[in-house]
């Protein structure tokens, strides 16, 4: 069964340094989203991208997040100066053309120290 | 803005036991439900999806249903496993304008089955 992979599945980093976080999709899907879950909350959506452009986005996704698709592969999300709030499990989603169900990678957990 | 809200936040129940899981939802336009499955510390699978002119969907133990207009949904879990332990998440999407549709999430059941 096809599934989308998130790499890697646990980072630490300092605080102030920037960290890059891989997702390879389902094969043939077009839509991509990142969400969070922070320690005992929600599930948040942070950002939506499509047809190599931001879509939606939350909020939370300020200046300090990007994300891409450098290869027109892999689905990345670029924290450029972590603090530690951003500690969190980040969960990448993909989802089909005409497609209606999101299917989610395992996720990374940031430590931000 | 839309709101997610799962009750009870945690269930116990002695293996065997069918039980039912509830979700609320305070804006009605919904585009679809889907209920997750979330391990401890694990990402979430997707159980059952419901599209919004849906009543309800089956997989197996579990049943899904859906009420739009009074923003409810209840998943129904047959015969309960200890294998079934686990955090049961709620997530709608909304109608708009563009396609991403992205979700809202409860915050979840954690349910334990006793063996």
Redesign the interface.
């Known amino acids: 069964e096809p599934e989308v992979t998130q790499t890697p599945s646990h980072q630490v980093t300092q605080m102030g340094q920037e960290v890059i976080l891989r997702c390879v999709p389902i094969s043939n899907h077009l839509?991509f989203?990142w969400?969070r879950q922070i320690l005992g909350?929600?599930?948040?959506?942070l950002v939506?991208f499509?047809n190599n452009e931001i879509?939606?986005k939350s909020e939370i996704f300020d200046d300090q997040f990007s994300v891409e698709r450098p290869d027109g592969s892999n689905f990345t999300l670029k924290i450029r100066s972590t603090k530690l709030e951003d500690s969190a499990?980040y969960?990448c989603?993909t989802k089909g053309e005409g497609g209606?169900?999101?299917?989610?990678?395992?996720?990374t957990?940031l430590t931000v120290v | 803005k839309q709101e997610v809200t799962q009750i009870p936040a945690a269930l116990s129940v002695p293996e065997g036991e069918n039980l039912v899981l509830n979700c609320s939802f305070t804006d009605s336009a919904i585009y679809n439900l889907q209920w997750f499955r979330q391990d401890p510390g694990k990402g979430l699978t997707s159980l059952l999806l419901i599209q919004s002119s849906q009543r309800e969907q089956t997989s197996g133990r579990l049943n899904a249903s859906l009420d739009k207009s009074s923003g409810r949904s209840t998943l129904y879990i047959a015969a309960s496993q200890p294998g079934d332990s686990a955090t049961y998440l709620c997530a709608v999407s909304r109608i708009s304008s563009g396609s991403a549709r992205q979700l809202t999430f409860g915050s979840g059941t954690q349910l334990t089955v006793l063996p």
Do not use: L
């Open positions: 839509y989203y969400y909350q929600k599930v948040e959506f939506s499509y879509s939606e499990m969960f989603a209606t169900e999101a299917f989610f990678g395992q996720g957990r």
